[in-house]
Nanobody
Framework: QVQVVESGGGLVQPGGSLRLSCAASASLRSINAMGWYRQAPGKQRELVARITTDGRINYGDSVKDRFTISRDNAKNTVYLQMNSLKAEDTAVYYC?????????WGQGTQVSVSS
């Protein structure tokens, strides 16, 4: 079993930046992939960014060129740097860890973009 805990959400003005962190209870080398998803009220959960053990990265179309996913294997932590934030980025952001046959989700962290 893998536990993931998100942190770093909050309220930011349009055009601002935030960095989210996701700490895993297991070595990232034992996890196939770590990902960030988000869910806005009334909408389906969508992919934000995902990074695999061998470093492959993919982003959701709406965040390309604005968000960056990275990882620190020594800290078992994955980060999501979010720049040029827009009102439509407002959502609960969830971290997940993929291991063979199972996906573990965190509790989520709220990101609100508003003036």
């Amino acid at each position: 079993q893998v536990q993931v805990v998100e942190s770093g959400g909050g309220l930011v003005q349009p055009g601002g930046s935030l960095r989210l962190s996701c700490a895993a209870s297991a070595s990232l080398r034992s996890i196939n992939a770590m990902g960030w998803y988000r869910q806005a009220p009334g909408k389906q959960r969508e992919l934000v960014a995902r990074i695999t053990t061998d470093g492959r990265i993919n982003y959701g179309d709406s965040v390309k060129d604005r968000f960056t996913i990275s990882r620190d294997n020594a800290k078992n932590t994955v980060y999501l740097q979010m720049n040029s934030l827009k009102a439509e980025d407002t959502a609960v952001y969830y971290c997940c860890a993929d291991v063979p046959g199972r996906r573990y989700w965190g509790q989520g962290t709220q990101v609100s973009v508003s003036s």
